[in-house]
T-cell receptor, first 113, second 111 residues
Framework: GESVGLHLPTLSVQEGDNSIINCAYS??????FIWYKQESGKGPQFIID?????DKRQGQRVTVLLNKTVKHLSLQIAATQPGDSAVYFCAENTWEYGNKLVFGAGTILRVKS | DAGVIQSPRHEVTEMGQEVTLRCKPI?????LFWYRQTMMRGLELLIY????????DSGMPEDRFSAKMPNASFSTLKIQPSEPRDSAVYFC?????????FGSGTRLTVV
């Protein structure tokens, strides 16, 4: 039969614009969330994390927002640069998992110069 | 710190051969994870260890896969016998809490 791969959502933005990448997580008991960036040929790289007792956390050019009511997480990248082009994954954790992270499917970010 | 070190970076092997992937975690980290990444299924957790003890191996696809962690600074993932459908990028990650640090991965091709 025909093989079907994961169809990752793609976000295309113009250099200098802001990017918003969304993630719906599955477990309402999850209390810790991480965003990872994966560039071609490399392993996922930590960007920013947030615990469930917070709604927002800011880093350098990045902000993570957490809406526990609808189990939604977003990553905002300010002034997107060509070097931000990558696949972005959200990951969730709960005490039930120990230290195990459960990853989402990922979103492709393409930055146009 | 050199980060999580995986070897080899690339491995091409014939179907039926044994393959061993290696990982050196970050010193001081107490958890180690093996992931597999494919276009079909994305990033899948195969097994994870806490303090060198396997905690959850529910993601190991079948008995052909085995993983060991003989000490805090070394882990192996073995596939015997290998099959073409095992072709993927295999990542090792380590952590002290839930924030995993990933290695660069081993790209395995089984022909």
């Amino acid at each position: 039969g025909e093989s079907v791969g994961l169809h990752l959502p793609t976000l295309s933005v113009q250099e200098g614009d802001n990017s918003i990448i969304n993630c719906a997580y599955s477990n309402s008991a999850s209390d810790y969330f991480i965003w990872y960036k994966q560039e071609s040929g490399k392993g996922p790289q930590f960007i920013i994390d947030i615990r469930s007792n917070m709604d927002k956390r800011q880093g350098q050019r990045v902000t993570v927002l957490l809406n526990k009511t609808v189990k939604h997480l977003s990553l905002q990248i300010a002034a997107t640069q060509p070097g931000d082009s990558a696949v972005y994954f959200c990951a969730e954790n709960t005490w039930e998992y120990g230290n195990k992270l459960v990853f989402g499917a990922g979103t492709i970010l393409r930055v146009k110069s | 710190d050199a980060g999580v070190i995986q070897s080899p970076r690339h491995e091409v092997t014939e179907m039926g051969q044994e393959v061993t992937l290696r990982c050196k975690p970050i010193s001081g980290h107490n958890s180690l994870f093996w992931y597999r990444q494919t276009m079909m299924r994305g990033l899948e957790l195969l097994i994870y260890f806490n303090n060198n003890v396997p905690i959850d191996d529910s993601g190991m696809p079948e008995d052909r896969f085995s993983a060991k962690m003989p000490n805090a600074s070394f882990s192996t993932l073995k596939i015997q016998p290998s099959e073409p459908r095992d072709s993927a990028v295999y990542f090792c990650a380590s952590s002290l809490d839930s924030r995993g640090t990933f290695g660069s991965g081993t790209r395995l091709t089984v022909v």
